[in-house]
C-alpha cells in the first residue's frame, strides 16, 4: 500500500479499456455467476422499478438486471468518464432505461425513493468509519421496502486487520477519493450495516474473497 497512488477517476480512466477482461480474469470461472448471482438478488416484475448503482463501471451486472427486470430504470454513477462511455456503447439501445452520471457518489445527493442501490466491486476503497457513514445515508436513500445489494471484494479478519494497519505508510487522504484498497471481512461488513439500520442482512453468495450481501431495509 506504499507509493504513489493515482485519483480514483485517473485509476479507472486508464483501466477502461480492458476492465472487462481484468474482473474475467480476477473471477475466472465464478465471472459468470457472480454477475449472475447480483442479478438474482432482484425480484422478477415488469414494473419501472428505481435501481441506484454506485460505482457502476461498464455495467457488468446490467444484462442480467434487465432480464429480471426489463423495465427497471437505472441510475448509473460513476467518478470515471472512460466507465461511463463504455457503459454507454454497450447499452446504447437501453434508452430512458439508463442515465449515466459522472460524479463521486460520496458527494452525490442520495434523494430517498430507491428500490434497489446495488455497488459491484466498489466500496471496498472505503474505511469502516466512512463506510459506515455511508451505509447510513443508503439505508435513509431507500424505500421503505427497499433493498441493498453489495458485492464486492472481502478477507479475513486476520487480514482485515494486517490491511487497516499498513494504511499508516499511506500518504494520500483516506477519503474514498483515491484508489486505495480497504477490503474488510465479512463480519466487519455485516456489524456495519447493521449499525446503519439494517435489519436482516444476507450472505447470499461468497467464494474466495468476494461475497454478495442483500440488505433489506425493514
Known amino acids: 500500500m506504499s507509493g504513489k497512488s493515482e485519483s480514483m477517476a ?5 483501466r477502461a479499456q480492458g476492465y472487462d477482461a ?8 465464478d465471472f459468470v455467476d457472480y454477475y449472475e ?16 448503482d454506485l460505482g457502476a463501471g461498464t455495467g457488468l451486472e446490467l444484462d442480467a438486471l434487465w432480464r429480471r427486470a426489463p423495465q427497471a430504470q437505472v441510475t448509473a454513477i460513476d467518478v470515471s468518464p472512460g466507465m461511463l462511455r463504455r457503459l454507454q456503447m454497450k447499452y446504447s439501445e437501453a434508452g430512458e432505461r439508463l442515465t449515466p452520471i459522472e460524479a463521486d457518489y460520496l458527494q452525490y445527493p442520495l434523494t430517498p425513493g430507491w428500490d434497489y442501490i446495488v455497488s459491484v466491486m466498489s466500496l471496498h476503497h472505503l474505511l469502516p468509519d466512512l463506510k459506515g457513514a455511508f451505509y447510513r445515508r443508503l439505508w435513509g436513500a431507500l424505500k421503505p421496502t427497499g433493498r441493498f445489494i453489495e458485492a464486492d471484494y472481502v478477507v479475513s479478519p486476520s487480514e482485515e486487520i494486517r490491511i487497516l494497519e ?8 483516506l477519503d474514498g477519493t483515491y484508489h486505495i484498497d480497504v477490503p474488510l ?3 466487519r461488513q455485516i456489524q456495519l450495516l447493521e449499525q446503519a439500520g ?21
Open 22 to 29: 481484468h474482473m474475467r480474469h480476477t473471477l475466472g470461472e
Open 198 to 218: 439494517f435489519v436482516r442482512v444476507r450472505v447470499m453468495w461468497h467464494r474466495k474473497e468476494a461475497a454478495i450481501l442483500v440488505c433489506e431495509k425493514q
Open 166 to 173: 499498513a494504511l499508516e505508510t499511506v500518504e494520500a487522504p
Open 185 to 187: 471481512s465479512l463480519p
Open 37 to 52: 448471482s447480483v442479478a438474482r438478488s432482484f425480484h422478477v416484475t415488469d414494473q419501472p422499478v428505481k435501481v441506484l
Open 10 to 14: 485517473e485509476f479507472f480512466d486508464h
